[in-house]
């Protein structure tokens, strides 16, 4: 079997649809839980373009930014997964419509 | 180096240390900071310049590149040459006498560590006045001066008299800076530069038929903010009022120093003047006129520092009348021998009124020669030298511009010599009125403390011999060039003699037959009541420029434009502000997910604009 | 071959990323995601990017991952309502989003530069060596800022999740 190259524009595509619904999942889902794993998505998304570019300039640094990323991530997974926490104990509910009282 | 920016930095560093710390401290530390700042700074200048001596050139110390714009380059600069070498030992060595004399004055007043504040940092600006190299520099410390002039005048500011006063003093300065400013514009235009040593090099290399028109408005425009400051007509009104101030600063600010800015501005910049023969005349026409109003004004007065501020402004006259006849070095003469006997007769009749109370009207003094013999020494010779009796000081300073004033016209000798007259008279009389005949006050005289009656006595040795020993106009001749007005020993006879005279008339009226100031009162009492008034000036400035500025201001500028126009401007941007907001407002919903597709439409746009324009190139 | 994997593992991410936001019960949603890291760092091991790929499973996949799905059964998350069937989803989001994935192809096909074309082994610069080199020599000072995040993060989740809360 023939190897055949796979031009890099085919990584970003996926890249933009991975985005696209982690985007579409962020807006349309309503439990809190699932609304945080959208996010993850989008930030494999980005993840995945940084390494597409990186492989294009034939350098590390886009490896070393999407590591940042994960560490971030991680950060944030854990923060973000302890307000949801907080939030249930206070308020019963993980759907985010109920969590509305930024307003006023 | 010899470090010239210490001079004005130790008053700066004395008025940093009280203005800020001075509530907390007590009077001896505040005394300690602000006479030992002036006096440092006076020990500083005379080391300076016995490190200089015998400065024949200009010497230039360059600190740094200040304004840098296109061609034009300002550096802040200090620069000492003979002229400036007399102004800094005027101003740091009467500044230090008074500054002595005020912590005894001051003793017993509120917002003393206040005072002192002003007091030092008018010393700053001042000494950065004297050493600028450059016109920008010489404003910084005019308006500096003219700030703590405001402050200080306005002192008392409980009292409404006095804090207008304080404002009437900026305000009417303002008129003279705004001449300054432009003077310095044309400059600039003219000449490419605001050194002196620069713009006075081109200006005697170019014929007086090139730039014969700037020249001359360049110096009627620095001849306008010199009117200011100096107090000249049409802008003399606010000295006057500014003997609202405590005395120290009457002597320090509104005699000796600050007011004779204007003058050696003017003879800084004799080398424009001297090609501008029009502009001399009107410095000329102004001075003598302003030396005659306002010594007629004097004549009339009855509150004793009046007297003497109309004395002051009247002296003024007499220096720009030695200016404008180009006797640029005797006008410098009469600033320092003025600076002598006018701080020696307001430090005394500050001691006057301090013995008598805070009475300033000297229809309720008399008699007081006994009971304050010092202070009557002292202001007797101060008296001496103003009216020109030899060999007292003002009588060389005063010859050396009547003598130069002969040379151009005789009739302003004449003039001149009337005026010196009328001088010795009312000097005189305040002098009669205060000491002599029987005391007609309430309070009970005391003889000051000595910490204000030594600086008295120094001042008191200068005035006696400072003509004598100072022979400026021969120091000076390498800056200011003499011209003119050879001595003439019958002219100078006459002077005398008109002083004399005045002095004679003085006896006569107040002390031998006191029935003769109120007979001719009443005789002429229209012109007693004219000059009575001060030619009414003020009630013409308020009816022809107060009135109509305020209201119209209040007329068409405030009900018409503000309310009108631009409070309907603001509101109207308020209120769409508010419509709008209302709008926005119902973007936010709280609703996480509603946010999310505010900023997936943001994402819209931005790539809308990627794809429109191209992409990523 | 190269292009065989990387078809085989896009379709599999695409369908575990649709998978995410169409199944209704969150743990199917964490599962999918997990497919969706899983075939991702294959395609990271395609672009030669080794130390990422090994990161990426352990680190997503295997920890936040599970940090998620502990989450989700401690707090006993149920189903949730469909919400594929609101109209306004239905008809406005659904061409929103495929209009915006088109966009996007557009502009990364159309308007940016040619790019490379990856085969497997052509980029070998990917590897821990190379990362660590990075990391300790240019990037030391934002590697060493992270550690403070991450410290931050630790704090910040221990007192919110505390039981003590108001």
């Given at each position: 079997m023939p190897n055949v190259p796979v031009p890099l524009n085919y990584y970003l595509t996926l890249s933009a649809i991975l985005f696209m619904i982690g985007a579409a999942g962020f807006i349309i889902r309503r439990n809190i839980i699932t609304v945080f794993m959208s996010i993850e998505l989008m930030l494999n998304a980005v993840n995945l373009t940084f390494v597409t570019f990186s492989y294009q300039f034939r350098q590390v640094d886009g490896h070393i930014y999407s590591f940042f990323v994960m560490v971030v991530a991680a950060a944030e997974a854990a923060v973000g997964l302890a307000i949801i926490l907080t939030v249930f104990k206070n308020r019963s509910t993980l759907t985010i419509d109920d969590v509305s009282s930024m307003k006023n | 180096m010899h470090s010239l920016w210490l001079i004005p930095i130790f008053p700066l560093v004395g008025f940093l240390i009280n203005g800020m710390l001075g509530r907390r401290f007590s009077k001896t530390v505040i005394n300690t900071v602000a006479v030992g700042s002036v006096v440092l700074s006076f020990l500083w200048v005379l080391k300076a310049l016995s490190a200089l001596a015998p400065l024949n050139e200009t010497y230039v110390e360059h600190y740094f590149t200040w304004i840098s714009s296109g061609t034009l380059d300002i550096g802040f600069d200090f620069a000492i040459d003979r002229l400036t070498m007399v102004m800094l030992l005027v101003v740091t060595g009467i500044g230090s006498l008074i500054h002595v004399y005020a912590t005894g004055y001051m003793?017993?007043?509120?917002g003393y560590y206040r005072f002192f504040a002003y007091l030092n940092l008018f010393m700053f600006f001042m000494l950065t006045l004297v050493l600028a190299a450059n016109y920008v520099l010489l404003f910084v410390g005019w308006e500096g001066v003219g700030l703590c002039s405001y402050l200080l005048i306005g002192f008392y500011f409980l009292k409404k008299s006095a804090s207008d006063a304080g404002k009437k003093a900026f305000i009417v300065n303002r008129i003279g800076d705004f001449g300054f400013s432009l003077a310095m514009f044309l400059i600039v235009i003219s000449f490419g530069t605001l050194d002196f040593q620069k713009v006075f090099a081109k200006a005697s290399t170019i014929s007086p038929e090139v730039q014969y028109g700037s020249i001359t408005t360049i110096c009627l425009l620095l001849l306008v903010g010199a009117i200011g400051k100096s107090a000249q007509i049409p802008l003399y009104v606010w000295l006057p009022d500014a003997m609202e101030g405590p005395t120290p600063v009457s002597a320090l600010i509104h005699a000796a120093t600050m007011v004779t800015a204007g003058v050696y501005m003017i003879a800084r910049s004799a080398t424009l003047f001297e090609r501008a023969p029009i502009a001399m005349d009107v410095v000329a026409y102004i001075g003598l006129a302003t030396a005659v109003m306002a010594a007629t004004i004097g004549l009339v007065q009855n509150d004793i520092k009046k007297v003497y501020a109309y004395s002051t402004v009247s002296q003024l006259g007499y220096m720009f009348l030695g200016c404008g006849v180009g006797a640029f070095s005797a006008g410098i003469w009469h600033v320092v021998t003025h600076a002598f006997f006018k701080a020696l007769l307001f430090l005394g009749a500050g001691s006057v009124i301090h013995a008598c109370a805070g009475e300033q009207d000297m229809q309720k003094m008399g008699g007081l020669m006994k009971k304050i013999p010092i202070t009557f020494a002292v202001l007797f010779i101060a008296a001496m030298a103003i009216a020109g009796v030899p060999p007292l000081s003002g009588h060389y300073s005063k010859d050396a511009i009547l003598m130069a004033a002969h040379a151009r016209a005789p009739w302003m000798y004449w003039v001149g010599v009337v005026t010196a007259g009328m001088t010795a008279f009312y000097v005189f009389r305040s002098i009669f009125l205060t000491f002599f005949g029987e005391y007609r006050g309430k309070a009970h005289p005391h003889e000051s403390p000595a910490v204000m009656w030594v600086p008295l006595a120094v001042l008191a040795v200068l005035s006696l011999i400072g003509g004598y020993a100072f022979n400026i106009p021969e120091f000076l001749s390498p800056v200011l060039p003499m011209h003119g007005g050879v001595h003439d020993e019958s002219l100078a006879t006459i002077a005398t003699a008109a002083g004399l005279a005045g002095i004679l008339l003085a006896a006569i009226c107040y002390l031998f037959v006191p029935s003769i100031p109120g007979a001719l009162a009443s005789a002429f009492a229209p012109i007693y009541q004219t000059l009575y008034d001060k030619y009414y000036v003020d009630e013409l400035y308020n009816v022809s420029i107060v009135k109509p500025i305020a209201n119209g201001s209040r007329e068409i500028l405030w009900k018409g434009a503000d309310v009108g126009v631009f409070d309907a401007l603001v509101n109207g941007a308020g209120t769409t502000s508010m419509a709008l907001g209302g709008l926005l407002r119902k973007m936010q919903s709280g609703n996480l997910r509603t946010y999310a597709s505010w900023v997936l439409i943001g994402i819209l746009l931005v790539m809308g604009g990627f794809a429109v324009y191209g992409g990523a190139k | 071959m190269d292009l065989i994997l990387f078809i085989v593992f896009a379709m599999f991410a695409v369908a575990s990323a649709l998978g995410l936001i169409l199944q209704t019960h969150p743990i199917n949603s964490a599962l999918s995601l997990i497919g969706v890291m899983g075939s991702l760092a294959v395609l990271y091991l395609l672009l030669g990017a080794e130390f990422i790929a090994a990161a990426q499973l352990v680190v997503y996949a295997g920890a936040i991952m599970v940090l998620f799905l502990f989450v989700i059964m401690l707090l006993n998350a149920g189903e949730e309502r469909n919400p594929w069937k609101a109209p306004v989803v239905a008809y406005i989001g659904g061409p929103v989003v495929i209009f915006l994935i088109g966009a996007f192809v557009y502009l990364i096909n159309f308007t940016l530069p040619p790019m490379r074309s990856v085969s497997f082994g052509d980029f070998t610069g990917g590897g821990p060596r190379e990362i660590g080199m990075a990391i300790f020599t240019k990037y030391l000072l934002p590697f060493e800022v992270t550690s403070v995040l991450i410290l931050i993060a630790i704090v910040g989740a221990m007192v919110l999740a505390r039981k003590e809360i108001d």
């Open positions: - | 003793a017993h007043e509120g | -």
